[in-house]
T-cell receptor
Framework: DSGVTQTPKHLITATGQRVTLRCSPR?????VYWYQQSLDQGLQFLIQ???????AKGNILERFSAQQFPDLHSELNLSSLELGDSALYFC????????????FGPGTRLLVL | DQQVKQNSPSLSVQEGRISILNCDYT??????FLWYKKYPAEGPTFLIS?????DKNEDGRFTVFLNKSAKHLSLHIVPSQPGDSAVYFC???????????FGTGTRLQVFP
């Protein structure tokens, strides 16, 4: 158990809908990262928050957004969903910034029908 | 453009033998290198890491080697055990960014 929790574990929805994925980092960790794993793309970095502030952006679509709350949990919002958004979404956390090991949650499997 | 490559999608090794997983990267600016293991329906689990100032790091049965001139990273597992059967991802990180760039993974199967 990495100490990172993600809910829900599975999500099935329809195209055009909006969903919210939730992540609670390990106790004491200030950084939260979101990654997407799809069949053909591997694990891709989406976005990072550090202590409530956006720190880095990767290959995140404009239809996707995230935030980190004062209690350090994070939410990833996916809107106007398309079939191609079906993937595993992982959250990771680390103590701070830089060369800190990232610990991953169990992921949320999203299926868009 | 794939910056991190794991050219072997799968590897099969007998229990007790050595497993060697390889990873190549393109950018010499990467300075932190990691290996993660992933079981089905679980998130990646951190295994071992190495900084660019070192060429070897050992942790029990796991050893990571870094060859900076060749831009090559390898993970040795000795002795291999059936419980090591999983997908192994290498990942790299630059000093000025926290994001991890992952390879495509190698599926290791350790058979009795």
């Amino acid at each position: 158990d990495s100490g990172v929790t993600q809910t829900p574990k599975h999500l099935i929805t329809a195209t055009g809908q909006r969903v919210t994925l939730r992540c609670s980092p390990r106790s004491g960790d200030l950084s939260v990262y979101w990654y997407q794993q799809s069949l053909d793309q591997g694990l891709q970095f989406l976005i990072q928050y550090y202590n409530g502030e956006e720190r880095a952006k990767g290959n995140i679509l404009e239809r996707f957004s995230a935030q980190q709350f004062p209690d350090l949990h994070s939410e990833l919002n996916l809107s106007s969903l398309e079939l191609g958004d079906s993937a595993l979404y992982f959250c990771a956390s680390s103590a701070g910034q830089g060369e800190e090991t990232q610990y991953f949650g169990p992921g949320t499997r999203l299926l868009v029908l | 453009d794939q910056q991190v490559k794991q050219n072997s999608p799968s590897l099969s090794v007998q229990e007790g033998r050595i497993s060697i997983l390889n990873c190549d990267y393109t950018n010499s600016m990467f300075d932190y290198f990691l290996w993660y293991k992933k079981y089905p329906a679980e998130g990646p689990t951190f295994l071992i890491s190495i900084s660019s100032i070192k060429d070897k790091n050992e942790d029990g049965r796991f050893t990571v080697f870094l060859n900076k001139s060749a831009k090559h990273l390898s993970l040795h597992i000795v002795p291999s055990q059936p419980g090591d059967s999983a997908v192994y991802f290498c990942a790299v990180q630059s000093y000025n960014t926290d994001k991890l760039i992952f390879g495509t993974g190698t599926r290791l199967q350790v058979f009795p």
